[in-house]
């Protein structure tokens, strides 16, 4: 039972244009919606976050959009850079602070 | 310490051998958590400590799985009868709210 899903394993854009990762879910008892990073050889780094409450959450080049009707979430890197090149994870959580992962997209950023 | 320090970083195990894996949170992180993540998935909930307490062990996946923190700092996960099947990568994380973790760079256990 996979509560949090990326249906996209990889994704590769150029430098300077916008990168879009999406996760959608099932439980809709999750009540914050989260974003990671992750290197080879390091754990995830957070990234941005957004509460149920809220639609859009934004941070320099980093924005969450949360469809809760649609139970689908996204991320918004523009412009991108080679530098974001990783594996980015969706994470979903309640207020009991268990975090549930969606298995990661491969993001590529060509010079 | 500024992260969260796991340790080891690697450790190869024989099938059958126990193991013990090391968290360091970073100081005063009142939540600590131990993940399992396998090659090409994400990471796996298996125990959540608040303070000494543990008070979520749901995702471990067996009774070979046993976390402890005592003294509600340190944490360490010990995995008795290694199999194959628990070779992964084991991340602590550690936070004072529920909002964004700090991951450690997780142990990589291989069991041969």
């Known amino acids: 039972d996979q509560q949090v899903k990326q249906n996209s394993p990889s994704l590769s854009v150029q430098e300077g244009r916008i990168s879009i990762l999406n996760c959608d879910y099932t439980n809709s008892m999750f009540d914050y919606f989260l974003w990671y990073k992750k290197y080879p050889a390091e754990g995830p780094t957070f990234l941005i976050s957004?509460?149920?409450?809220?639609d859009k959450n934004e941070d320099g080049r980093f924005t969450v959009f949360l469809n809760k009707s649609a139970k689908h979430l996204s991320l918004h890197i523009v412009p991108s850079q080679p530098g974001d090149s990783a594996v980015y994870f969706c994470?979903?959580?309640?207020?009991?602070?268990?975090?549930?992962f969606g298995e990661g997209t491969q993001l590529t950023v060509n010079p | 310490g500024a992260g969260v320090s796991q340790s080891p970083r690697y450790k190869v195990a024989k099938r059958g051998q126990d193991v013990a894996l090391r968290c360091d949170p970073i100081s005063g992180h009142v939540s600590l958590f131990w993940y399992q993540q396998a090659l090409g998935q994400g990471p796996e909930f298996l125990t959540y400590?608040?303070?000494?307490?543990?008070?979520?062990k749901s995702g471990l996946p067996s009774d070979r799985f046993f976390a402890e923190r005592p003294e509600g700092s340190v944490s360490t996960l010990k995995i008795q009868r290694t199999q194959q099947e628990d070779s992964a990568v084991y991340l602590c994380?550690?936070?004072?709210?529920?909002?964004?973790?700090?991951f450690g760079s997780g142990t990589r256990l291989t069991v041969v």
């Open positions: 957004i509460s149920s409450i809220k």
């Open positions: 994380a550690s936070s004072l709210d529920i909002y964004g973790y700090t």
């Open positions: 400590f608040q303070n000494e307490a543990q008070l979520d």
């Open positions: 994470a979903a959580g309640t207020s009991g602070s268990r975090l549930t």
